[in-house]
């Protein structure tokens, strides 16, 4: 019985992600889902990728959370239409909450548009947004084994962002053991290494989503 | 409808909470569940309250990871007892899987159970798993905001323990914010700041502890 309900709860989400991803498409939005265990370093790679797509895309972001507003603040800093969704309790972003915030964004002066997630690296994993693409953004001092011990996250993903590189010399993680543990879950996952901090690698990261965006 | 379904798990999952309890106290075992994101160092923390306690406190560990048996060979090589679950996708512990956890457990050998919770810091703080005591691990490179972003956690806490202090000097962490933060949600919680890498502030940790377990 309950197996039954939580399938209806889903194949409805699956339908309204639908409608979401024909709404984006109809103003030729490109999505971006980016999940994330908490503090890894999600708000930073918006901001980075806003600062290194000036001038040439323009961006969009709604903002998860449990509660707060200081990551939305952040982001309007920077001149750029934001939403935030405070889920009050919910451990994930659910298409029907995108649906309302699209509502809300003026998706006409829109190119781009990132989604951060709720801090967790299981939930969201099962919840279409209507996205086009979805980033697991992962940190240094997280450890090398997070895609062994939370597979499904980096097996429904179609890139991940090793994020916080600048820590490297000071904390145990070896980047060949996480390149490895994350190929044994998903062999056709691209692999950024970054740091917000530094600036390090955003480069490659940017290049890389302007190609997706090229080929939706 | 669904709502309904979601109550009656809840009750008996509390219902079975207490029934561990009362075979945890039956034993004169003293559990305590840890909590936390991903990453934050409850293995770390585990393994070295075990050393700490070690000819002191005869401990037992219950170890939760969606999958892998990473932690608990470490844990094994201690020579301490220790119970792997699985849960296979679930975000969480329940009561269930520690009534099950405790029935492979040897309890007459055992003082004190360390629960190491899946990593997550939303859903397990809805789950009582009959333990006495529930401690948050943060940890420095996640960020001083956490509290504020996920209070539910927070506030079911008995203590937290924010780790990777050796990290302080690399990153961006004001550790009055972070105190502040946690007494906005909670004025009862007890902190201890530590470095499973040096060691530092384990001894702190370690006392209020044992001084638990007296006051059971």
Not at 47 to 70: H, M, N, P, Y
């Amino acid at each position: 019985m309950e197996i039954k309900v939580l399938k209806d709860i889903l194949g409805a989400n699956d339908q309204m992600a639908r409608n979401n991803q024909q709404l984006l498409d109809k103003h030729n939005v490109f999505a971006v889902n980016l999940m994330a265990s908490p503090g890894a370093g999600k708000t930073s790679l918006v901001l980075e990728t806003i600062k290194a797509l000036q001038g040439k895309v323009r961006v969009g972001v709604i903002e998860g959370d449990i509660s707060s507003t200081f990551d939305s603040e952040l982001i309007a800093g920077q001149g750029v239409p934001v939403v935030q969704i405070n889920t009050g309790g919910e451990c994930h972003l659910d298409a029907s909450m995108i649906c309302n915030a699209l509502d809300n964004l003026p998706l006409a002066d829109i190119d781009l548009l990132l989604v951060e997630n709720v801090g967790n690296l299981v939930c969201p994993a099962e919840f279409n947004l209507g996205e086009h693409c979805k980033v697991v953004v992962a940190s240094v001092p997280e450890g090398d084994d997070k895609p062994i011990k939370y597979p499904a996250m980096f097996l429904i993903a179609n890139a991940v962002v090793l994020n916080k590189t600048d820590l490297l010399p000071y904390v145990k993680f070896d980047s060949d053991r996480f390149r490895e543990a994350v190929r044994g879950v998903n062999r056709k996952l691209d692999i950024f290494e970054v740091s917000c901090t530094t600036g390090d690698g955003i480069d490659r990261w940017v290049s890389w989503l302007l190609s997706q965006m090229g080929r939706k």
